[in-house]
């Protein structure tokens, strides 16, 4: 032994801690001993020091050995214990081993018995402490790794192989799965993957011969939904037996965003698709409502002019609704004109009565003198038309549509609750209904993208986060209450202007300008639309030079290059498209006004971008009115002005 053994040893006589020492020196093994004799002195050296051994004779008057052994155990339970003392009887020697006594060893027998003893308590004592520390690092480990498992945000799942007999299953995996830990030890792997039989031991199979496999699946909850997951399995040893550990990722958010990207992206392309369509209805539109005007001028017979008339109003209200999709298939921004409540409400009102079920009564309640608000009348109107389809969808079976409008002032007090308020005069447009209402859980997410509660293929999820969007970009807010099985009420809260009458008065008819023979150049692919402008022009005092692309506009620019006043040129066109075909004009005749016509009012703002002076813009489709003021403004509006019919055909001369 290289290291100094610190002995306790209580016993009556100090001559035997003396002996002690000698025999165990003789042997080579070092050791200080210190002799107690009562039980006294026994607790304070326990107490006031470390002893890698204890020896005690087993009779004391005052201190029995196998008291002293149960003291030592309790006080300094690693030091081995053994008994030094007479002669006992075998079955006290049995109690003191069974009692925890490393040896008992008669006094007669030290010399050969106790070094040995000593050497052999003293291995016991040091395996059975790594064994202590090894058991105490494997609980310590055990507890760091069930820290984690509970603490996984994912699932882990432990299912016999063999059995597919589900084992043990982490907090993460039971809340997403809705089960009790003692319900899923109930259940196999073929409960809770939503596959067949077949399907699922094909896999495992493939677990096997690979060891481990990550794949995505669908498990089935306990209410029988299925919820995507990422799965990822290891074969392990599970006693005489293999058993697969199973990381299971919720994939709901993800699968989510990636429905979200789809629909960003399909909405995109919608966005691209309108964009072209919209050109075209608008060139569609053109000719139809430009001819119609021009007959209905013309044209005194009553039913006639009632006719034309009413084509006129529905090429308007089809350029109304090429404009409403253009503003939310490319997100154009609104316009900021005065607005009347009344005018946007009733117009809603003729929507919805025209256009739902005959089962769904639609009321209206209106104040009196509402207040005007401002912003973009198409906009403020699709909001409404918006909120009225949800409610229309809500009563299949039919009910009641309210809508309504009223002026109110907002305090602070009532600002206070409401965080996008301001003090001050609001009109509240109010839309109502008596379906199905809306669940409490899921107010907070109505405004969000995407969200629906509609069955697939019967909605975006866009309706009401663009109501909310259009509202705050107009400086209001949005409130929503809601009764399942009630029906419920969405109140849109617009900034008021002072009061003041608002007239909403057509355009002027009178005073339209007559031009003074000016040539004016027209391109524009479609037929239509170019022998149209020419009769229109051409009947209000103006000459007509016509070309069908951007390569002829050049061509005839370049020969008649002095005559030229003015060039009305469509935006989009084959051969030459209209911003090459202007800047190839402009370097034949820089001062050349240019009035650019398109299908799309975005392509003046790209004209800007690009660099492009142009004149003047006219979205298609155009009035008469609109199309002679726009000319003659560019040109400066030479000429006479005249009030009533056009003037008669063969005015104007032709070049």
């Known amino acids: 032994m ?9 016993a009556q006589d100090p001559a035997d801690a003396e002996l002690v020492q000698k025999v165990l020196a003789a042997e080579g093994i070092s050791c200080q001993v210190r002799q ?29 050995g196998l008291s002293a052994l149960a003291v030592a155990k309790e006080k300094s339970p690693h030091a081995p214990f053994l008994f030094l003392s007479q002669p006992v009887g075998e079955e006290l020697v049995v109690e003191a081993l069974k009692s925890g006594a490393a040896d008992f ?192 001028s013309q044209i005194s017979e009553p039913n006639l002019h009632n006719m034309l008339s009413s084509i006129i109003t529905n090429a308007q209200r089809g350029a109304d609704l090429v404009k409403q999709i253009l503003s939310f298939a490319r997100g154009l921004g609104g316009r900021e004109l005065l607005i009347s409540p009344q005018h946007i409400l009733n117009e809603v009102v003729r929507f919805a009565r025209e256009t739902f079920p005959k089962s769904i009564e639609v009321r209206t309640e209106m104040q009196k003198d509402l ?6 009348p198409v906009q403020l109107q699709q909001v409404l038309i918006n909120l009225c389809v949800n ?26 609750m409401q965080p996008e308020a301001k003090p001050g005069p609001y009109v509240v447009f109010c839309v109502s209904d008596t379906g199905s209402g809306i669940p409490p859980h899921l107010l907070p997410r109505i405004f969000d993208p995407f969200f629906t509660t509609k069955e697939a293929g019967r909605g975006t999820g866009l309706g009401l986060s663009m109501v909310r969007s259009i509202v705050k970009l107009h400086g209001g807010f949005v409130q929503v209450s809601s009764q399942v099985g009630k029906g419920s009420e969405f109140r849109i809260f617009l900034p008021a202007l002072p009061a003041y009458e608002v007239t909403l008065v057509p355009e002027e008819l009178t005073a339209t300008p007559i031009g003074a023979g000016q040539l004016i150049l027209v391109v524009d692919d479609e037929a239509s639309t170019q022998e149209i402008l020419r009769s229109a022009l051409e009947l209000y005092g103006f000459a007509v030079l016509g070309a069908s692309d951007g390569a002829e506009a050049v061509s005839l620019c370049a020969e008649h290059r002095e005559r030229i006043s003015l060039v009305l040129i469509d935006s989009s066109m084959p051969i030459m498209d209209g911003p090459s075909c202007i800047r190839a004009l402009r370097r034949l ?62 005015q104007a001369s032709n070049p």
């Open 2 to 10: 290289q290291r100094l053994l610190h002995i306790l040893y209580l």
């Open 589 to 650: 005749k820089p001062s050349l006004p240019i009035i650019v016509m398109s299908g799309s009012d975005w392509e003046e703002r790209a004209a800007k971008e690009a660099g492009l002076v142009i004149e003047g813009f006219l979205l298609k489709p155009f009035t008469l009115d609109r199309l002679i003021r726009t000319v003659s403004e560019v040109l400066g509006a030479g000429g006479p002005e005249r009030a009533g019919s056009p003037p008669q055909p063969g």
């Open 36 to 64: 107690v004799e009562t039980r006294s002195d026994f607790l304070e050296a326990l107490d006031g020091g470390r002893f890698d051994l204890i020896f005690a004779d087993y009779s004391l008057p005052s201190f029995h």
């Open 371 to 376: 207040q005007p608000v401002s912003g973009d």
């Open 105 to 296: 060893i008669h006094k007669n027998r030290l010399t050969s018995r106790l070094a040995p003893a000593v050497r052999r308590a003293l291995q016991e004592a040091e395996e059975r402490m790594k064994l202590a520390q090894a058991h105490e690092t494997d609980r310590r480990r055990e507890s760091s790794y069930r820290a984690i498992v509970e603490g996984s945000p994912d699932g882990i799942l432990l299912w016999e192989i063999p059995t597919r007999r589900i084992l043990e299953a982490n907090p993460a995996l039971l809340n997403l799965l809705g089960y009790s830990s003692e319900e899923l030890r109930e259940l196999t792997i073929y409960d809770l993957v939503g596959l067949d039989r077949e399907e699922v031991d094909a896999t495992i199979e493939r677990v096997l011969k690979q060891g481990t496999l990550s794949i995505e699946r669908r498990y089935r909850r306990k209410d029988g939904s299925l919820i995507e997951v990422a799965v990822s399995s290891r074969v392990i040893p599970w006693g005489d037996t293999q058993a697969s550990l199973t990381l299971i990722r919720d994939l709901s958010e993800k699968k989510a965003m990636e429905e979200r990207l789809l629909r960003i992206q399909r909405l995109e392309s919608i966005g691209l698709l309108a964009g072209g369509i919209a050109h075209d209805l608008n060139n569609i539109l053109c000719p139809i409502l430009m001819n119609a005007e021009l007959l209905e």
């Open 391 to 416: 409610a229309k969808d809500a009563m299949p079976m039919g009910g009641t549509l309210c809508l309504s409008a009223q002026n109110v002032s907002l305090d602070e007090a009532y600002c206070a």
